[in-house]
């Protein structure tokens, strides 16, 4: 669902099903980290965190992106980071 969705879309998707994880009622979620790194953007390595979660979480209604930072080396980024808390409903 993530590939059909615009570059610059991709967070804002992610904010609004955690909003709705929220407002859920009746249900109980889990949250777990994960960290991906992209060599291209942020983007990439939110797209990358997500389609990794989904191969083994079931249920997930969002994620919340806790940290972002880069790696440099010689004066250039090498890698873009990003830390994601990923929910997801128990069943």
């Not at 804002?12 to 979620?29: F, H, K, L, N, P």
């Not at 992209?38 to 994620?63: C, H, Q, V, W, Y």
């Amino acid at each position: 669902m993530v590939d059909n969705l615009a570059p610059d879309s991709v967070l804002s998707y992610m904010v609004r099903q955690a909003i709705q994880e929220d407002t859920m009622s009746g249900r109980v979620a889990r949250v777990t980290e994960v960290i991906a790194g992209s060599p291209n953007s942020f983007d990439e390595a939110i797209k990358l965190a997500f389609e990794r979660a989904n191969k083994t979480l079931r249920n997930i209604t969002g994620m919340k992106i806790v940290d972002m930072s880069v790696m440099c080396e010689a004066g250039e980024i090498q890698e873009y980071r990003i830390r994601v808390e990923v929910i997801f409903v128990l069943e």
